[in-house]
């Protein structure tokens, strides 16, 4: 995938600005900080990540 800061035609400011929005839309560790967002540790149990048994689709395939 290329991106502005590849392209050889783009200028410093462009790409700083770019740098700028990213930190203000929270699309970096520093712009999230900055935004409120905090990371710590989950209450929650982990959820399993698999496929779902079952289901309509899984009895019209075995008939």
Do not use: C, K
């Not at 600005?17 to 710590?40: A, E, K, S, V």
């Amino acid at each position: 995938m290329a991106t502005v800061e590849d392209d050889a035609a783009r200028s410093a400011a462009l790409i700083g600005q770019l740098h700028r929005y990213r930190d203000q839309l929270g699309l970096t560790p520093g712009g999230m900080r900055d935004n409120g967002w905090t990371f710590g540790r989950s209450t929650e149990p982990p959820r399993s990540v698999g496929r779902a048994t079952g289901g309509s689709r899984a009895r019209a395939l075995r008939g």
